[in-house]
């Protein structure tokens, strides 16, 4: 089960086979990626930044985005996951900064890591550094058939000592002649952002992703909102938009935000009134670290309008 780098794959997914789909809204980098199931690019994020209430950063933030078969029908001996892996304005002040990723399966008792991959030394200074990592998971590696959830971490350790952590937690549906066990606990999309001595911060889609262009008023259910457990924080800010960049300066439309928690309600977006093509849209929300910081966890998702 060895990972590899992205490289050797470009070549062989630049135009769709008989019988594969492009990746919805896949980055401009890698336009074509090819699979056999629908996929959309989804990116989770973690920001951490010492102005609260505003998307901006001190030690930047981290991105893990995958073209991800959200509660798709696995058929074939592996899944292929091509992964996004971005830093951005993290300075290079920490001689021994470890950024790395982990894809772990999580049961109904317990964590299992499939595979972690090191990149030692590996900092911006200034500006967005990317890397692709490649992997084909086993359907045999999880426990059970079923509707089961993957998680990926990609983690950065901050020139203050602590660690940031980007965590994306989906889920997909399992055939490899196992018993059945579907995952029920937060059966859904949830982007984490992670920062020592805060814990996380969530932002989640409580529906489906559309395989299809939305309806012309798409109210999907969204929710970012405190568990109620030690593990995560309570919500203080929450900000919805469509077709906003955070870091770079891109507002978008806003949509619905405010103090405190959302939901999980239903968000309306007024997809009648956008172009055809491919959007995007961006959930972010805040928590108040011990620190008087502000860490942050944002969801960013594709919907295509009309028939774009």
């Not at 972690?116 to 990592?133: A, L």
């Not at 998680?151 to 399992?174: C, H, K, L």
């Not at 982007?191 to 012309?216: F, H, M, N, Q």
Request: hydrophobic share 35%.
């Amino acid at each position: 089960m060895a990972a590899t780098l992205l490289a050797a794959v470009v070549s062989a997914t630049a135009t769709a086979s008989s019988g594969q789909q492009v990746c919805i809204g896949a980055p401009i980098d890698q336009p074509a990626l090819a699979y056999g199931e629908t996929r959309q690019f989804v990116d989770f994020q973690s920001w951490w930044k010492t102005t609260p209430g505003k998307a901006g950063t001190d030690f930047g933030h981290a991105h893990v985005g995958a073209c991800i078969p959200e509660r798709e029908q696995m058929q074939g001996a592996t899944i292929p996951l091509d992964i996004r892996l971005v830093l951005h304005d993290n300075p290079a002040k920490k001689t021994n900064q470890y950024p790395g990723l982990s894809i772990v399966l999580k049961g109904k008792s317990q964590e299992t890591t499939i595979t972690k991959q090191n990149y030692p030394g590996w900092t911006c200074p200034v500006g967005t550094c990317t890397k692709w990592f490649h992997y084909d998971l086993p359907q045999s590696a999880f426990d059970n058939s079923g509707l089961q959830e993957i998680r990926f971490r990609f983690f950065v350790d901050e020139p203050d000592g602590n660690r940031m952590i980007a965590s994306a937690n989906w889920q997909t549906y399992i055939n490899n002649g196992k018993r059945k066990d579907d995952i029920t606990r937060q059966p859904y999309l949830r982007a984490k952002g992670w920062y020592s001595g805060a814990e996380y911060c969530e932002a989640s889609l409580r529906s489906a992703l559309p395989d299809e262009p939305v309806p012309a008023n798409w109210s999907p259910a969204v929710a970012q909102v405190w568990h109620g457990t030690a593990a995560d924080m309570p919500v203080s800010g929450y900000d919805n938009r469509f077709d906003a960049d955070n870091h770079k300066g891109i507002a978008g439309t806003m949509l619905k935000a405010g103090s405190g928690p959302f939901g999980p309600a239903a968000l309306n977006v007024p997809a009648g009134s956008l172009p055809a093509g491919t959007h995007k849209l961006n959930m972010r929300a805040d928590c108040e670290d011990p620190r008087g910081s502000t860490n942050s966890g944002i969801l960013v998702l594709p919907f295509r309008v009309g028939a774009g």
